[in-house]
């Protein structure tokens, strides 16, 4: 069984695309899609390129601060998700963001057609105010992957995981047992 979160979720699609008989199951959260980019709106689209260059610069504490105020990740958690996410970020470091170019997450095997052939059970988890371009992303999915079920949890948005965890693991765990 594999999960993936947001860019995680691109990850796990890759894995299964490319190793699908190892897999009993995917759940993807907000995922990511290779090959497919959904119109984003500009207040969520996540400036990747920019919080590269802070991390380059050694301006974590902006990169941090920023990060957090993003709407993408604000949308749908409490003040004690907030706090809980707060507190992760805290330790990181940007290392990842460090060798970031432009292009460093293109994928060089067309995900987007190969999904039509990965016939694992597949759970969608959805956030009610996730942004339109992630929801684009799973109806895409659902679309092209024949296992594929699509969860909405209301009131969530991108971190649906911290929005509403107690509904988020009974989906996910209801979801495993039945693979």
């Known amino acids: 069984h594999l999960l993936g979160m947001s860019q995680g979720g691109r990850i796990a699609l890759r894995y299964a695309i490319t190793r699908p008989g190892q897999l009993r199951s995917l759940i993807l959260q907000g995922p990511a899609l290779d090959q497919y980019a959904a119109p984003e709106r500009d207040d969520e689209r996540v400036p990747m390129e920019h919080y590269a260059e802070l991390a380059r610069a050694g301006e974590l504490a902006a990169l941090r601060r920023q990060w957090l ?91 649906s995981n911290l929005g509403d965890p107690v509904s988020y693991n009974q989906r996910v765990l209801g979801f495993l047992a039945r693979h």
């Open 69 to 159: 105020a993003h709407p993408k990740m604000r949308r749908g958690i409490g003040e004690t998700a907030y706090r809980l996410l707060k507190s992760i970020l805290e330790d990181y470091d940007g290392a990842d963001l460090l060798t970031m170019r432009g292009d460093s997450l293109d994928f060089s095997k067309d995900v987007l057609s190969a999904l039509t052939r990965v016939n694992v059970p597949t759970l969608i988890v959805t956030g009610s105010e996730e942004t339109e371009a992630r929801k684009q992303v799973a109806a895409k999915i659902l679309e092209l992957m024949p296992e594929a079920e699509e969860v909405t949890l209301e009131g969530c948005g991108h971190m």
